[in-house]
C-alpha cells in the first residue's frame, strides 16, 4: 500500500508539474521574424505567404519538404508563391527553368525533380541544352521547353524576379514572407521547425488580424 501510494504521489506531482508549464512563448519581433519597413501590396481578402528560393540552394533544398507538407495543410484563405532568386547573373538560367516550367504547365510536376537534378544527381543545370535533355528524360517536349526558356515573356519574368527580391531586402534564401511584410527563414528563427511555427503564427495572427 505505501509503495502505491508513493506512486500516485508520483504521478500527482508529474502531473501537477505539466499543468503548471508554462506555454511557449510567441515569435518575437526582432529575432524569430522581421518586419518590412516597406510593406509589399498583396492579395485583397488572402493571406499571402512567399518564398523566395534558389535551385542550386543546398538550405532551399533541404527546407522543400517541410514547405511542401506545411502548404498542403493550409486554408484556403491562404495564397502560396515562390519567386526564384538569382544573386549572380550567371545563375540565371536556374530562375529561367522555373519560369519556363510555368508557362508550359509542367511546374509542379518538375518542381522538385530539378531541386534533386542538381542536389541528388549533380547536375549543374545551368547550359540550356543539358537543361533540355533533362526535361526530354522527363517526358517533356525539348523544343517546346526550349521555345518557353528563350522566349521574351520568360525572361522578362526572370528578370523581374529578382527585382521583385529587391523589393522585399531579400539577401538569402531561403526567405519566407507573410502578406507582404513578415520575414522569416529557417536562418533567421533557427531550426527549419521553428521556421514553419513562426510561418504558422504569423498566418493566423494575420487571419485573426492581430498584425
Known sequence: MKKLAALIATFAAVGGLLMTAPAQA???????????KA????????IEVTEF????????????PE??????????DVVFKRVPVAFRDDLLPHTKIFYALESIGKLDAMHTKVFNAIHVDRKRMLDPNEIADFMAKNGIDRKAFLDAYNSFSVTTNAQRANKIADAYKVDGVPTVVVQGKYVTSPSVAGTKTSAIQVMDYLVTQVRDKKL
Open 67 to 76: 514547405l511542401e507538407a506545411w502548404v498542403k495543410k493550409q486554408g484556403k
Open 26 to 36: 510567441a515569435p518575437t519581433e526582432g529575432k524569430e521574424y522581421q518586419v518590412l
Open 39 to 46: 510593406p509589399q501590396p498583396v492579395p485583397a481578402g488572402k
Open 53 to 64: 528560393f534558389w535551385y542550386g540552394c543546398p538550405h532551399c533544398f533541404d527546407f522543400e
